[in-house]
């Protein structure tokens, strides 16, 4: 199990060290640092003082050291456009894209599961033709319409929750501000979280009912029928159980990229998270908040992929010693 | 005494798009408590889906269309769902053919086992513990106390389907339906699981419905012996005189296809011509007649009960004394021992 963990947090960190590539080769050679630093008037001897100052004459893997080093510490520079560090920009604007993201995983999956386990035990039924054809929008409808139906309808038309912006906010410390401590928090967050959700709500349920029509088809719940196990045991004792794996591997993913996609719905809805902040920077071309923000979503991705893992082999014990036997 | 199962004129039905197919048609048979009866047949020849519409596990949209199913003189093929539950594992067990996938992968083998015995008995934790352990001892394997705590993929195929009986057997049921128990298994271990299946049931006294298309097996496991043909009846009678004087056309052409060890390597096996047909086209009359050496007129109009013959019951006209068949048909089949009793001379004619 140690090993297991040991073997796959190697993984991460060569992949982490990868995408830490990519992103310091864009941050060095996308554009001119210097430029980006200083006016026009400046003469080149400043410029060259400046070019030395910030370490650009180095050897290109000492350089490449240099960033990883500064990056473990999260110093990711100055943000050209804001002139303030990065790290402090990125983290106060994490909440609210961490808060929009959970809840609308949660939502996902709250909705998600109980349907396609609906859906799975009983296909025929008229609920679950509607299920299905609902799950159907979910999936074919590009999110940015969603959310404007979603404002359209409920904001404007009816007038029940508003349309932008993140509500009144609570800091409780750390520089978390959140905004699930207050009724106007609470109710912004409501129409993003359903906008950004809905799609992966749509695929946990397909997931969800496809793994439950398949593992019902299986000799071991034959088995637990014939044995006279209850209808509740079988259905979600032994059936759902059968159908996690696969449900946690793209639950994981699906958190990642809800995180990473938060951007149109941030958009759309005037969210003021990290996703905007980075459809800013790349109208400014602010080079330090891509390169952080890149490099931030990757390590989401591993973290998650990881927690994954080890996810796994607390559902199914075949996997807990490196494959089944015969 | 009340046989322990009775199945009478049971008809099972398949609606599909292309009209309602038969699965079983008009089959009865009983079993005697204690007793062991084997079904052969071919693959599909129903003896499978006899066993699921018995313990009411028929696949949707199969369902019993006629007859009674009766457990210790009681009915139990109309019982609403949630009290056939308890009927199922309590009263019939039933174990399946490949045990590497009867068992939930996820789930210690313990675990199965205590949640089986719970549903149906009113026991303590630590009690049913106690007893999954005597049942895995029951079975044979060693270590049962540790053993409790393993995983199915732990186990090698022949354990795993000792774990399976273990499972069927945990509330003790009177009945034990054994669709095919050994056919996934290692010609090695078949014996084993056949002998322990034998044993652990005569123990306990219940009876076994022995579902097989091994002849073998049925001859040194069985008592009595049921052969189905296209969902009918064909033969049924003790093992000894089904195996050894076959009474039925089909029954005959079966144990003639059986090869023997001791037989010369040379000799073709005998085959019967043509196969059984699909239940979409059963012929008119008896279902065999196409492929029946002895078929006559009747044999393509009518359909046969099951006679008596010589030890066992046959479903053919052959064995129809009142209305014997044609002196040359039945002159040839008493040639090969197959007919009525009584030398074709004597019939009244």
Redesign the interface.
């Known amino acids: 199990m140690l090993a297991f963990a040991i073997r796959r947090l190697v993984q991460a960190i060569g992949v982490m060290l990868v995408v830490a590539l990519i992103s310091f080769i864009m941050f060095r050679f996308v554009g001119d640092p210097v430029n980006q630093l200083v006016g026009v008037d400046t003469s080149p001897e400043d410029r060259a003082a400046l070019r030395e100052a910030l370490g650009l004459n180095d050897p290109v893997l000492l350089q490449f050291g240099r960033f990883i080093l500064r990056a473990a510490q999260l110093d990711f520079g100055i943000s050209y456009q804001f002139k303030q560090p990065v790290a402090a920009l990125i983290a106060s604007r994490l909440p609210a894209t961490l808060e929009l993201s959970l809840v609308s995983a949660f939502f996902a999956l709250a909705v998600g599961v109980p349907m396609g386990v609906f859906t799975g035990l009983y296909p025929r039924s008229w609920a679950s033709r509607a299920f299905l054809a609902i799950s159907l929008i979910g999936v074919s409808l590009p999110t940015f319409l969603i959310g404007i139906l979603l404002i359209f309808l409920v904001s404007v038309n009816l007038g029940w929750l508003p349309s932008f912006g993140r509500g009144a906010v609570v800091d409780i410390g750390f520089g978390w501000t959140t905004g699930l401590l207050t009724t106007s928090g609470l109710q912004s967050l409501i129409l993003p979280s359903i906008t950004l959700g809905l799609f992966q709500m749509t695929l946990i349920m397909r997931l969800v009912r496809g793994e439950m029509l398949e593992v019902l088809r299986t000799d071991y719940i034959k088995f637990a029928r014939a044995r006279g196990l209850s209808r509740r045991a079988i259905n979600f004792g032994h059936a759902l159980k059968n159908t996690l794996v696969p449900v946690i591997t793209i639950t994981g993913l699906q958190v990642g990229s809800i995180i990473a996609f938060a951007i149109i719905t941030e958009t759309v809805f005037q969210w003021p998270g990290m996703g905007l902040m980075f459809l800013q920077a790349v109208q400014s071309v602010d080079i330090p908040i891509m390169a952080a923000y890149l490099l931030l979503i990757a390590f989401l991705f591993v973290t998650i992929n990881f927690i994954v893992d080890l996810l796994y082999v607390a559902v199914d014990p075949r996997i807990r010693l490196g494959g089944a036997r015969g | 005494m009340t046989p322990t199962l009775s199945v009478r004129n049971l008809r099972v039905e398949i609606p599909t798009r292309r009209g309602v197919l038969r699965a079983i048609d008009d089959l009865s048979f009983d079993i005697a408590p204690g007793e062991v009866l084997g079904m052969v047949g071919e693959s599909g020849a129903g003896k499978s889906i006899t066993g699921s519409a018995i313990?009411g596990?028929l696949e949707p949209p199969g369902r019993v269309a006629g007859g009674e199913i009766r457990l210790a003189g009681e009915r139990i093929d109309h019982l609403p769902p949630e009290r056939m539950?308890?009927?199922?594992?309590?009263r019939i067990?039933?174990i399946?053919q490949?045990p590497l996938?009867?068992?939930?992968?996820?789930?210690r083998i313990g675990e199965q086992l205590t949640?089986?015995i719970l549903?149906?008995e009113q026991l303590s934790g630590r009690a049913a513990r106690d007893k999954a352990q005597r049942l895995l001892e029951e079975v044979g394997i060693p270590a049962a106390a540790e053993r409790l705590s393993a995983?199915p993929?732990?186990f090698?195929?022949g354990m795993r389907q000792r774990v399976?009986i273990a499972?069927?057997l945990?509330?003790d049921p009177q009945l034990v339906i054994a669709d095919e128990p050994t056919t996934a298994l290692d010609v090695s271990v078949q014996a084993q699981i056949i002998a322990l299946l034998k044993r652990i049931c005569a123990d306990r006294g219940a009876s076994v419905m022995l579902i097989t298309h091994d002849m073998g097996v049925i001859a040194e496991t069985a008592d009595r012996v049921c052969v189905l043909y296209a969902g009918r009846l064909a033969e049924i009678g003790p093992v000894r005189d089904v195996v050894k004087h076959p009474q039925h056309p089909y029954t005959r052409g079966l144990m003639a296809a059986i090869p023997s060890l001791a037989g010369d390597p040379d000799e073709k096996l005998a085959q019967i011509p043509g196969s059984m047909p699909r239940l979409g086209a059963i012929p008119p009359g008896c279902a065999f007649n196409p492929r029946c050496d002895f078929a006559f007129d009747r044999c393509r109009a009518e359909r046969p009960d099951a006679y008596p013959a010589g030890a066992t019951q046959a479903a053919c006209f052959l064995h129809d004394a009142k209305n014997p068949p044609p002196p040359e048909i039945a002159g040839r089949a008493s040639e090969v021992g197959l007919g009525v009793t009584r030398a074709p001379a004597e019939v009244p004619q």
């Open positions: 313990i596990l539950r308890h009927v199922r594992g309590k067990g039933m399946f490949d996938t009867s068992l939930n992968p996820l789930y949640e089986t549903t149906h995983y993929h732990q090698s195929g399976v499972l069927a945990a509330a």
